[in-house]
């Protein structure tokens, strides 16, 4: 246990570089690795991690073309037109 004199220390990590941060999103999304064995392995905390995968995810919406807003639009007027088939069906 630690006296009032100690101070609690942040643990230090080292740089990662893009490619060691690829591999991980890659594993991890693959399914070959969860976060927490991710963490351990490459020694970066899990929220970092999070933080990769959240920012990879955006990078890949991006590079659909596509953003929330237009996947939105697009899918009401996939409704529209599937809601007058049926009505003319009927």
Known sequence: MKTQNEHWRKKSYQK??????????????????SNNQASKKYDVPRTTISYWL?????LVQQNNGMSKNDEIKKLKEKIEELEFQKDFQQ
């Open 54 to 58: 959240r920012k990879y995810s955006t």
């Open 16 to 33: 990662v570089t893009l490619e060691t941060k690829l591999l991980v999103v890659d594993q991890i999304l693959t399914g070959h690795i």
